[in-house]
């Protein structure tokens, strides 16, 4: 078992990266994943350099040595988890740009924070970010297809991970009220229900439920506020989706809500995430 929960979740977001380059055949190069991998590590040490808070102490401890790790190193699993989401999600015609996008990210940690609490997800932030600059950077959030055996891997795969988050109702509430917001559309317009499942099979749309929106570094405390602030995130979607035909609806809709944590975490109180080195918890950044 591993001992931090974040690897797991380095894991899984790896094999999806090599699948990817394996079976999907995507237009990501290697140099620009060392890019993702190198900027945001890079730009986590800085960060962690000007806020005084770079680890610097050595295994003393013999609890400390048997881990084989030093203490340090658990401070990068935050970057590595953004580095291979933006591999996995974002599509540049340059390193430049991947750089550009990882600095981004990392540096959104550091200089958007409220209370202890990041306002925006990195992964989220980076892409934004990358979509707004000048250049050529686009998402492909289809890029997984609808196979069903990709759904069911993310599901199983994301479904431990959440677990150990302990957020597994920020998901079920997002993916439910997206499902019967789609379903309702799809009555309405008198479709087949494959049409329906075609557009909730994505493999991509899973991926984001399970390991963007529920980063619990940047979602409210509350499990009230959670199931609200994700219904609001699938509402913002829907409509983004089908009135404004937006593909990238997603990305753009919990980059528009995130800040609300604010508002949601001062009108109702749950207890802090607070990281602990436990395969109990997980943080994204």
């Not at 599901?155 to 509430?173: E, F, I």
């Not at 219904?231 to 809500?257: M, P």
């Amino acid at each position: 078992m591993l001992q931090d929960a974040r690897l797991y979740q380095i894991s899984f977001l790896s094999l999806f990266l090599l699948l990817g380059f394996a079976t999907r055949d995507w237009t990501l190069h290697p140099v620009v994943v060392a890019t993702a991998l190198l900027t945001c590590c890079l730009s986590q040490w800085l960060g962690l350099y000007l806020v005084g808070q770079l680890p610097a102490q050595l295994p003393s401890s013999p609890e400390a040595k048997g881990q084989g790790l030093w203490p340090g190193w658990a401070a990068f699993f935050s970057p590595v988890i953004t580095a291979l989401g933006l591999a996995i999600l974002l599509r540049v015609d340059g390193a430049w740009m991947m750089a550009i996008a990882s600095v981004a990210a990392i540096a959104s940690k550091f200089l958007f924070r409220w209370r202890d609490k990041h306002l925006w997800n990195p992964s989220n932030f980076g892409i934004i970010a990358a979509l707004l600059l000048p250049g050529n950077a686009w998402v492909s959030p289809g890029q997984w297809g609808e196979s069903v055996w990709y759904v069911l891997m993310f599901l199983a795969c994301g479904g431990l991970v959440v677990r150990k988050v302990g957020r597994l109702d920020t998901t079920v509430a997002f993916l439910v009220s997206y499902g019967v917001l789609e379903a309702l559309r799809n009555l309405y317009l008198g479709w087949t229900w494959d049409v329906w499942g075609h557009r909730l099979g994505s493999g991509s749309l899973v991926m984001f439920s399970f390991f963007m929106i529920t980063d619990p570094r940047t979602i409210p405390d509350s499990w009230r506020a959670r199931v609200l602030w994700a219904f609001s995130i699938a509402v913002v979607t829907f409509g983004l989706r089908n009135f404004y035909f937006l593909n990238t609806a997603v990305f753009w809709a919990l980059f528009c809500i995130s800040p609300v944590t604010v508002l949601l975490d001062a009108l109702w109180q749950g207890d802090r995430f607070v990281w602990r080195r436990s395969p109990e918890l997980l943080e994204e950044g």
